[in-house]
């Protein structure tokens, strides 16, 4: 069972605005204040679903199902640029969202600000809202490619959420997310779209031969996938350069495929191919053309909060991650 207790607030006035909630809150019985990380949720304002200050700015964004699984300080924030840096927040909203039944409650804050401004005002706004001794989180919702992440956000982050399968131009896209490895920094990449490849690349491991494997090296692999799939393509291809140590000679054909129900195809070897991984919604299933398939390993259903919420406990650096999105962006100039 969830609750909101919402009201309009000003940046001056949030913290003693909040305080003032959870007392009311609190009368309606014993509630935990909950918070394991600041969650900042980083999106583009869009006139199309703007019902009311407070009301929409948080619509249709599974929010609610991700902090239920992950309590975090929520802070959503909607940035329109404005470089002449005239303008301020013009809107805020606070709000405590409660989970659980009676007598078990808990609860967890959201602050969201409607902001037009230089981005070199964002660190003040965003510091003063995020908590110093719990981890801080970005979940960054709009397309990489058309809006690259802000250096004032990221500065302050542990860990950036993102999803690849949203990215319109995946030059750009696997670019901008290249840009956030940087030696020295440890900020912890996390694309759910790299969730979605993981069965296959586990029954590719599993599978491959030693005649395989020669062909893998020599780059003897064809890619298909799915129109809308092709940031998934461009991520297995980065994972099998950086594994296989291909150089940009060895560049395999990637194409999109209409057939069928396949997310992701992999012909390895000459033609007929000699070993087969495909993915789909349900499966990875390896085959090389006998009767019975070499390995299949099922794909767990998960949603996008219960996958963003799994990123979010999980607080490490994928290297394996880092190494694919470098080797994709390689290939990709």
Not at 8 to 22: G, K, M
Not at 92 to 105: A, D, K, M, N, Y
Not at 177 to 182: D, G, K, M, N, T
């Amino acid at each position: 069972m969830t609750t909101h207790v919402r009201r309009s607030s000003t940046t001056e006035a949030i913290e003693p605005d909040l305080a003032a909630l959870w007392r009311d809150v609190a009368q309606q019985g014993p509630v935990a204040r909950a918070v394991m990380s600041n969650l900042i949720v980083f999106r583009q304002p869009d006139a199309a679903d703007r019902a009311g200050p407070g009301d929409a700015i948080t619509a249709g964004l599974a929010l609610e199902d991700v902090v239920a699984r992950h309590p975090s300080r929520l802070i959503v924030l909607e940035h329109q640029p404005d470089p002449s840096g005239t303008r301020a927040p013009f809107a805020v909203t606070i709000g405590v969202l409660t989970f659980g039944p009676e007598g078990s409650r808990f609860g967890i804050e959201l602050i969201a600000i409607e902001s037009t401004c230089a981005e070199a005002c964002l660190p003040s706004i965003v510091r003063q809202l995020v908590r110093g001794d719990v981890p801080t989180s970005v979940w960054w919702m709009d397309d990489l490619s058309r809006m690259p992440p802000l250096d004032a956000i990221i500065g302050m982050s542990r860990q950036f959420v993102y999803d690849s399968r949203s990215w319109r131009d995946v030059r750009r896209g696997m670019s901008a997310a290249a840009s956030l490895i940087r030696p020295g920094r440890r900020l912890d990449l996390a694309d759910l779209n790299w969730r979605r490849l993981a069965p296959v690349r586990q029954a590719l491991l599993h599978a491959c031969t030693v005649a395989d494997l020669d062909d893998l090296r020599r780059g003897h692999v064809r890619v298909l996938h799915r129109p809308g799939d092709s940031a998934l393509a461009w991520l297995c291809v980065g994972w099998l350069a950086k594994r296989l140590g291909w150089s940009r000679d060895l560049m395999p054909s990637v194409e999109e495929d209409r057939r069928g129900d396949a997310l992701l195809m992999i012909d390895v070897g000459e033609a007929p191919a000699r070993l087969t991984a495909v993915l789909d919604s349900y499966h990875a299933v390896v085959d090389s053309g006998g009767r019975v398939p070499l390995l299949t390993v099922p794909v767990p259903f998960e949603s996008d909060a219960n996958a963003v919420a799994a990123e979010l406990r999980n607080l490490s650096q994928d290297i394996c991650l880092h190494g694919a999105i470098e080797a994709a962006t390689l290939f990709l100039q």
